[in-house]
Structure formats: structure tokens, C-alpha cells
T-cell receptor, first 113, second 108 residues
Framework: EAQVTQNPRYLITVTGKKLTVTCSQN?????MSWYRQDPGLGLRQIYY???????DKGDVPEGYKVSRKEKRNFPLILESPSPNQTSLYFC????????????FGPGTRLTVL | QKEVEQNSGPLSVPEGAIASLNCTYS??????FFWYRQYSGKSPELIMS????GDKEDGRFTAQLNKASQYVSLLIRDSQPSDSATYLC????????FGTGTRLTIIP
């Protein structure tokens, strides 16, 4: 089954404790993105990657890191999480970038205390 | 002006009626447009995409794009309770930008 998977689905952590949210897709897509979704603010892009070893900042990259060492994986790293990073996070992938249909993962609900 | 703007709602529509969702956009997102549906606690899923002026129909859904007026709309005919969700409008140029979504409730 073609899908985007994220882990963990739910995470409660404390300020400053490094964490990684994994994202993997099995559709051989070149383009992958991370979004955060907050009430009243909608979906905002954090980082995106157009291919292996190619990443770029989205609209709200501060406090986040990403890497793209393999085509299928695009982990999101929070080196020192803060409460304002409490949010619902979605990973997405597609074939041809911004003008193509995005396939979203199931989401990761992160709470930073 | 925000790049993509939507009325947050909530929009309530009786079952069987037509639901009309609207979205306006700025010059920065003018290449292609998408409507995503998102149920509470779930991930967005694509409903319609539209790239050129005019109407595009798919089952009970019709997307309308008017580039001169910079708006895109989604019509849902014969609304069903299962259509109750938040609808996200998105526009793309070099990147994809989402509106904040319109919450739609279909009243049985």
C-alpha cells in the first residue's frame, strides 16, 4: 500500500530534550515536506526537500532541522524543543513538488512541557 | 494580504443542499490550486485540483477558478453528513501555501 508513515504518532516531552520525528514514504517520491498545523494558523511549511541531500527552509524553520540521506526518509529533528513547538506535525511527499498532489502522513501530535 | 485566505466558518448547510466554499489568493500563488478535506484529528486528503480558469467537476464536487478575480471555490452538491470536515484551500507557485481552512457542518 502506497503511504507516508510517521513515528511517533503522539509524544509528550519536556523543554530542551532533543527529539526526532521520523517520516518515510514508499512511493519513490522525490519531494518531501514537513508542516505544522496550529489553530487559526493553518498548515505552515517547516522544511522541504526536492531530492536526496537537497533541503530548504519553508515558512517557519526556526528551531527545526531536517536531513535527507535516503530518498524514502525525511526525519524532523528538534534539537532543543520549546513549548511553542507544541503542535500537530505532518509529513508529506509527492512526485513533482509544490504543483503536484501532496500525500500526507497521519500526523504527530507533539506536546512540549 | 495573506497569500491564501479563507473564511474560517463555521459554515452550516442542511443535508442535501449545496455547500459553497470560497478562497481568495494573492499574486504570489497563482499557478495551481487544490482543495483538501481534513476530518478532525486526521491528515488532509486531496479533493480537487484545478489549474486553469473555469469549472472542473468530479462527482458531487465542482471546483471553480477565476484568475481575473483571484478566487477559487469548491461547490459540494447534495451535501451529506460525511462531508462535515474542514476544507483547506491551497495555492502553489514555487511552494505550496495553505489557507487556514473553513469548517463545514452538514446538518441532517
Amino acid at each position: 500500500e502506497a503511504q507516508v508513515t510517521q513515528n511517533p504518532r503522539y509524544l509528550i516531552t519536556v523543554t530542551g530534550k532533543k527529539l526526532t520525528v521520523t517520516c518515510s514514504q514508499n512511493m519513490n517520491h522525490e519531494y518531501m515536506s514537513w508542516y505544522r498545523q496550529d489553530p487559526g494558523l493553518g498548515l505552515r511549511q517547516i522544511y522541504y526537500s526536492m531530492n536526496v541531500e537537497v533541503t530548504d527552509k519553508g515558512d517557519v524553520p526556526e528551531g527545526y532541522k531536517v536531513s535527507r540521506k535516503e530518498k524514502r526518509n525525511f526525519p524532523l529533528i528538534l534539537e532543543s524543543p520549546s513549548p511553542n513547538q507544541t503542535s500537530l506535525y505532518f509529513c508529506a511527499s509527492n512526485v513533482a513538488g509544490s504543483t503536484d498532489t501532496q500525500y500526507f502522513g497521519p500526523g504527530t501530535r507533539l506536546t512540549v512541557l | 494580504q495573506k497569500e491564501v485566505e479563507q473564511n474560517s466558518g463555521p459554515l452550516s448547510v442542511p443535508e442535501g443542499a449545496i455547500a459553497s466554499l470560497n478562497c481568495t489568493y494573492s499574486d504570489r500563488v497563482s499557478q495551481s490550486f487544490f482543495w483538501y478535506r481534513q476530518y478532525s484529528g486526521k491528515s488532509p486528503e486531496l479533493i480537487m485540483s484545478i489549474y486553469s480558469n473555469g469549472d472542473k467537476e468530479d462527482g458531487r464536487f465542482t471546483a471553480q477558478l477565476n484568475k481575473a478575480s483571484q478566487y477559487v471555490s469548491l461547490l459540494i452538491r447534495d451535501s451529506q453528513p460525511s462531508d462535515s470536515a474542514t476544507y483547506l484551500c491551497a495555492g502553489a507557485n514555487e511552494k505550496l501555501t495553505f489557507g487556514t481552512g473553513t469548517r463545514l457542518t452538514i446538518i441532517p
